[in-house]
């Protein structure tokens, strides 16, 4: 079974190159499942046990399902769709010595570069198309290995094996072809979409990495792909979701992007997005806003971004005592400043839903001589207040162009999100909580 849900795990990743491509393919398997799509610009009719999705900017998507009778308050998983990359620039094109094309690209998020070297990548994103009066959006993955980032060789740079500091604007910048490429950047994009190059008026391509994932390790208990981080928990949270059923509670999937810079955009989790679908989700359900408020200090959030494993070959890097390990249980994430929203209530009833599912739990915080990262959580939260916990699923190399994890550990989160999303969970008031049959 953990198997199973590994590779479905890598057939979706590899399906999904780009945060908009992500967004796409859940469209469709909601689609599929019965989810009525709707859309921001127009009049919601919304039912009560009625399945809806909502999109913006085609790469961040809330979904949810209404109560068939009263509903308590919300119960939601967030994750983000965006990983560490490279951009491609407008007007990318760079020749060199009449002999070689490149592409400027610029860095997107932290990232780990030297792995971006020496391995086949290609370009995928959204075209902006011209159609009579209309721009219409229409997706692109050249499904082809396209360019390369080649090392310089040792010979050319005896401390290499020393520690380099890349200048990505110099070393970064890809391979597209010979002297005769040039002029063809745009014309492949419109080829591979299946469209006229005079037709698109604007783009936002990505470099991604073409290697497949794998399942590896002396019992198979390992598995590598690029965008680990943070499509593990997107998917794995969907399928808990697509599995559960609430006769209570207004149940919400939310997948937002831009988390990699910062979530400050209108699909961030910093924007208005989550606040305006619930806000329109009350003027439905609820008679009066007091009502909403109500619902609202009744509600939680499960905030699902990856988490840092122990590394075997750094093992002093992780804090002595939350060591968080592959294959070891979903990991609750704390952090004394709070970027991360963990505290001992939100902690309780998160190892609460794992005993409940049958799956561990363990800890991670950052040792306290290191910085540590954020996530969307304490983001969302500055727009609507809600109880939350901030978990991930354990992993090395993050940040990579190709990340590693734990094959039990997609399945441990398909079960706590279905186990969450099936819950009576109530805050009675402040400071307690009961999570009911």
């Known amino acids: ?46 039912k009560t046990g009625g399945k ?13 399902n209404l109560p ?33 094309v490149k592409l ?7 990232m780990l570069m030297a792995p971006w ?46 520690g380099v500091a890349y200048n990505p604007q110099v070393d970064l910048q890809p391979l597209f072809g010979g002297s005769a490429t040039r002029g063809s950047f745009r014309k492949i994009l419109a080829a591979s979409a299946g469209v006229r190059p005079e037709d ?19 019992n198979g208990e390992f598995l590598s792909s690029g965008r680990l981080d943070d499509l593990q928990c997107a998917y794995g949270s969907l399928q808990g979701f697509l599995n559960a059923d609430n006769p209570e509670h207004v149940i919400m999937h939310c997948v937002l992007d831009n988390e990699e810079v910062g979530s400050l955009t209108r699909q961030g989790a910093a924007s208005t997005f989550l606040k305006d679908v619930l806000e329109r989700i009350s003027e439905s359900i609820y008679q009066s806003r007091e009502e909403y408020l109500r ?48 505290d001992g209530a939100s902690a309780a009833v998160f190892r609460a839903l794992c005993r409940k599912a049958g799956v561990s739990c363990q800890n991670f915080t950052n040792r306290s001589d290191m910085a540590g990262g954020s996530t969307l959580g304490n983001l969302s939260n500055g727009q609507v207040s809600i109880h939350t916990v901030d ?17 039990r550990d997609t399945e441990d989160l398909i079960k706590v999100a279905e186990t969450f999303y099936c819950s009576n969970l109530k805050i009675c008031r402040d400071g307690v909580y009961c999570i009911e049959p």
């Open 295 to 342: 619902a609202l200090a009744s509600s939680f959030m499960i905030s699902a971004d990856n988490a840092h494993s122990v590394h075997p070959n750094q093992a002093e890097k992780s804090d002595r005592s939350n060591r968080p390990y592959l294959n070891g249980g979903i990991v609750l994430k704390h952090s004394a400043n709070q970027k991360y929203t963990t």
């Open 104 to 110: 400027n690209v610029e860095k997107y998020g932290g």
């Open 391 to 407: 978990i991930g699923l354990p992993q090395l190399a993050m940040h990579s162009p190709y990340e590693t994890g734990g094959v």
């Open 52 to 64: 809806y999705f909502v999109t913006r900017n085609g790469s961040s998507i809330l979904t949810f």
């Open 1 to 46: 079974m953990s198997r199973e849900a590994a590779e479905k795990l890598l057939r979706f990743i590899d399906r999904s190159p780009t945060s908009f491509h992500v967004i796409a393919n859940m469209a469709e398997e909601l689609k599929g499942a019965g989810y009525e799509q709707l859309y921001e610009e127009e009049r919601w009719n919304l």
């Open 200 to 218: 698109i008026l604007g783009m936002d391509i990505f470099l991604y990495n073409r290697m497949k994932g794998t399942i590896w390790g002396a």
């Open 117 to 162: 070297f020496d391995r086949p990548l290609s370009l995928a994103g959204r075209l902006l198309i011209q159609e009579g009066e209309a721009i219409t959006t229409c997706l692109v993955n050249v499904d082809r290995d396209l360019v390369l980032i080649p090392s310089l060789a040792i010979h050319m740079n005896r401390n290499a094996n020393e």
């Open 68 to 100: 068939k009778k009263y509903a308590r308050g919300f119960l939601l998983m967030a994750s983000h769709s965006d990983s560490p990359t490279f951009k491609v620039k407008e007007n990318p094109e760079l020749e060199v010595d009449h002999q070689f």
